[in-house]
């Protein structure tokens, strides 16, 4: 009479592997950098590059605000007072160095994300493929008796 033997198996979960990576990936992409890593559970590197972009584009808003509000203060005293100020420009140099600091750190979270999913496929996959392993050895070594028998 075959007795029963336990196979080391991983149970079913409740949400597939591969929905939370790319859950991960589009709040990176579409919601906010750092916003995928709070779904992986990477609170301190989530948090650096949500407050790192959130720092870049504040500082992009404002290189263009400033100056525009300071033109519209201007305006508004050269209509009321008939005062001759010049009008204050733009600075195309920081905006652009703004703006682009704030893409790269997009594009490096976006990058993180994106790594350190297939890094976790990959564990998964080697976990699994450990396990087929070892249920082939059970396996055999119980038909190995089995025939002996």
Same mark, same amino acid.
């Given at each position: 009479?075959?007795?029963?033997?336990?196979?080391?198996?991983?149970?079913?979960?409740?949400?597939?592997?591969?929905?939370?990576?790319?859950?991960?990936?589009?709040?990176?992409?579409?919601?906010?950098?750092?916003?995928?890593?709070?779904?992986?559970?990477?609170?301190?590197?989530?948090?650096?590059?949500?407050?790192?972009? #959130?720092?870049? =584009?504040?500082?992009?808003? *404002?290189? &263009?605000? !400033?100056? %525009?509000?300071?033109?519209?203060? /201007?305006?508004?005293?050269?209509?009321?007072?008939?005062?001759?100020?010049?009008?204050?420009?733009?600075?195309? #140099?920081?905006? =652009?160095?703004?703006?682009? *600091?704030? &893409?790269? !750190?997009? %594009?490096?979270?976006?990058?993180? /994300?994106?790594?350190?999913?297939?890094?976790?496929?990959?564990?998964?996959?080697?976990?699994?493929?450990?396990?087929?392993?070892?249920?082939?050895?059970?396996?055999?070594?119980?038909?190995?008796?089995?025939?002996?028998?």
């Amino acid at each position: 009479m075959p007795t029963q033997v336990e196979l080391p198996v991983n149970g079913p979960t409740h949400d597939t592997p591969g929905s939370s990576a790319r859950l991960a990936i589009f709040l990176s992409a579409a919601v906010c950098p750092g916003a995928g890593h709070f779904v992986q559970r990477r609170w301190i590197l989530g948090s650096l590059y949500l407050a790192v972009f #959130v720092a870049c =584009l504040v500082m992009t808003l *404002l290189t &263009v605000i !400033v100056p %525009l509000m300071m033109n519209l203060r /201007i305006s508004l005293d050269f209509a009321e007072k008939g005062n001759s100020e010049t009008f204050r420009t733009i600075s195309i #140099v920081k905006l =652009l160095i703004w703006f682009g *600091l704030s &893409v790269m !750190v997009y %594009l490096a979270a976006l990058v993180d /994300i994106i790594a350190y999913a297939r890094r976790q496929a990959r564990r998964r996959l080697d976990t699994r493929r450990k396990n087929m392993e070892t249920t082939h050895k059970v396996f055999s070594v119980r038909c190995s008796e089995e025939h002996d028998q």
